[in-house]
């Protein structure tokens, strides 16, 4: 082996931080304070630092030690999309939980990018974190995160497809059956469904969970409800009620597969020459306050719970910390918000 050879070869127990900085490009003084979270770093110089530590397997002694010596009271919480409007309940509940029990809180956001998320997940790492919390942006199960990191980890909205990591999910199939369950209770027996992609989990649970409790009540879902799946949005629940309501006329209830869907499914009812709900009632999903508050009459919806589903996530995060540790996926119960458009005062 030539001197070349011994100067690219490292290990990771002879790899130093200026084998790190060389391999970013960056001085040896940037690459200490991106690893440890510093301050004055460009955002390009500090992922190239974090990637190149990755690749080469480089952990600060620092931090190694730190995390055999004590805790830090820090938990990291990794979501993939910061702007989802379902991400920011979970991470208040979550907040709400750590902010008792006096931790600190590290919010970094992949953006939907496993690589960043990998570069993320190191940088909370060097920031000594006591656990993560990981957020995902759909319910969709995911892959655990590719590098099993030393401290804790609890999935949330999505979850892990190892049964063997701990994860919390809305209970999307209790929530399809909740909602007709609740019509049928109100007298309806010609129930349809309007859904959202199938694409995802959501909306294939919630229809399962539909199906079930009509079948339980010796009913069935009106027309095929496997081709009523379609977009997230009122243009869709108008368009395909339309055609619903016109190829079954007696239909006198129908479950959209959100709230935003269920704006659409009352357009098209109305422009029939129907009434909301009289003769058809509506019940969405998400109780997102300014869609059921809005709606005319107000729309009864199912609230997926999202603040304590953070809140539970974040309490077993802690649990594992302390050592008690749980596995397998826990699907939390939602609950039906009635309203005027399937009968209730509004």
Do not use: C
Request: hydrophobic content about 45%.
């Amino acid at each position: 082996m030539d001197d070349d050879d011994h100067r690219t070869g490292a290990t990771a127990e002879t790899t130093t931080l200026a084998d790190v900085a060389r391999a970013a490009g960056v001085s040896v003084a940037t690459a200490s304070k991106a690893l440890n979270g510093r301050a004055h770093v460009s955002a390009r110089s500090r992922e190239a630092v974090l990637a190149a530590a990755a690749a080469l397997s480089f952990t600060p002694n620092p931090f190694a030690r730190a995390l055999n010596r004590a805790s830090t009271n820090t938990i990291g919480m990794l979501t993939s999309d910061l702007d989802n409007r379902f991400v920011l309940p979970i991470l208040l509940g979550a907040e709400d939980a750590f902010g008792a029990g006096s931790l600190s809180v590290l919010l970094a956001d992949a953006r939907d990018s496993a690589l960043r998320e990998q570069l993320q997940l190191q940088s909370l790492l060097t920031r000594r974190v006591d656990g993560v919390l990981v957020v995902g942006r759909t319910t969709n199960p995911r892959p655990p995160m590719q590098a099993k990191p030393d401290v804790p980890v609890v999935y949330v909205y999505a979850p892990s497809t190892d049964e063997q990591d701990l994860s919390f999910e809305p209970d999307n199939e209790l929530a399809g059956r909740i909602a007709v369950e609740h019509l049928v209770a109100a007298g309806r027996r010609r129930i349809a469904i309007v859904n959202g992609e199938d694409t995802y989990a959501a909306a294939r649970d919630r229809l399962r969970g539909a199906a079930a409790a009509m079948e339980d009540h010796g009913l069935a879902l009106v027309g095929n409800p496997g081709l009523v799946f379609g977009a997230w949005d009122e243009s869709w629940g108008r368009q395909a009620a339309g055609r619903l309501l016109a190829a079954h006329p007696d239909v006198d209830a129908v479950v959209a597969g959100s709230d935003h869907i269920a704006r659409g499914v009352m357009d098209a009812v109305r422009e029939s020459g129907r009434r909301i709900p009289d003769d058809v009632a509506v019940v969405g999903f998400d109780n997102w306050d300014i869609l059921v508050e809005g709606a005319r009459p107000h729309l009864t919806s199912v609230d997926m719970n999202l603040q304590e589903l953070g809140r539970l996530a974040a309490e077993a995060l802690v649990e594992s910390i302390e050592g008690r540790v749980r596995r397998g996926r826990i699907r939390n119960p939602v609950r039906l918000v009635a309203r005027g458009s399937s009968g209730a005062d509004s």
